[in-house]
């Protein structure tokens, strides 16, 4: 594979559609956020790709892209915090991770 | 050489992938998770973003991929059940990811994006980035750190409650 923009948006483009794969067939709600996680990488992949390749305006419009995969990444974070804490609350009270078994919203 | 180096990235990247997606067990797609996230630090670096690198290796390998183990670990007694829905469903969503993906290769390679030639020579980003976070970006910049004391409040609150309140 040639060092170009083409290149880096393939590979965020594999990246992003094995993450809606895993989100769309796993059953297990540990592996979705897995899915997601890949997801969010690929489009952190996408701005600082397009960040470095693109004809810049001015310097300061050059890193836009990476301080927005800095947000990505935050925001990410965030995330998986929130989400482990609902996975194990939910664990706690049905003793399963299935997300097929999660039917009723008030338990 | 750097060709070379992009190329072995993009393999660290792109294979462990599979395993994070099509794997009958969940350790081995999160530990799976661990080399595709150190593959795209890798090309963080070679698109001359040498902090978002670092920080992709602290925050995502260092905090977010621990998180998650930890979690594996501590639902590994939950009923064993499939991985994965069953296989027409696996199959339909194999088709449907297999379209987007064709449609977003087929854009990324036929679009004219106005490269710039010859590439600007990469330079440290981490005092452009600092001031861009607090001149330019200080409104985001300070609702993302409202946002992540929120989340942590939250998560504690919601396990706090499930476990302590029976």
Redesign the interface.
């Known amino acids: 594979m040639p060092y170009s923009l083409a290149s880096y948006l393939t590979v965020s483009s594999l990246l992003f559609c094995l993450g809606m794969y895993t989100v769309l067939t796993r059953r297990n709600a540990i592996a979705i956020l897995m899915g997601i996680e890949l997801v969010l990488n690929a489009a952190a992949l996408n701005f600082v790709a397009f960040s470095r390749f693109l004809q810049a305006v001015e310097k300061s419009a050059q890193l836009s892209g990476q301080v927005f995969t800095l947000f990505i990444i935050a925001v990410a974070a965030a995330e998986v915090a929130v989400a482990l804490a609902i996975v194990l609350s939910l664990y706690s009270k049905m003793k399963t991770i299935d997300v097929e078994e999660f039917r009723q919203l008030h338990g | 050489m750097?060709?070379l180096i992009?190329?072995v990235f993009?393999l660290i990247?792109?294979i462990p992938?599979?395993w994070?997606?099509f794997s009958t067990n969940?350790v081995h797609?999160?530990f799976s998770?661990l080399f595709?996230?150190f593959g795209?630090a890798g090309?963080?670096v070679?698109?001359?973003?040498d902090?978002?690198g670092i920080?992709?290796v602290v925050?995502?390998i260092g905090?977010?991929l621990v998180?998650?183990i930890?979690?594996?670990m501590?639902?590994q007694r939950?009923?064993m059940?499939?991985?994965?829905?069953q296989l027409p469903?696996?199959v339909l969503?194999?088709a449907?990811?297999?379209t987007?993906?064709g449609a977003?290769?087929l854009v990324?390679?036929k679009s004219l994006?106005?490269?710039?030639s010859p590439?600007?020579e990469p330079a440290p980003?981490t005092a452009?980035?600092g001031n861009?976070?607090l001149g330019?970006?200080l409104i985001?910049f300070e609702v993302?750190s409202l946002?992540?004391l929120?989340?942590?409040v939250?998560?504690?609150l919601?396990?706090r409650?499930?476990?302590g309140g029976e």
């Open positions: 750097k060709q992009f190329n993009v990247t792109v992938c599979f994070v997606a969940i797609a999160a998770l595709t996230l795209i090309l963080f070679l698109l001359g973003a902090f978002i920080v992709q925050i995502y905090g977010i998180l998650i930890f979690g594996v501590m639902t939950a009923k059940l499939p991985l994965s829905v469903g696996r969503a194999l449907l990811t297999g987007i993906f977003l290769v990324a390679s994006w106005p490269v710039a590439l600007p980003t452009a980035i861009l976070l330019k970006y985001p993302a946002l992540l929120a989340a942590l939250g998560a504690v919601i396990v409650r499930s476990i």
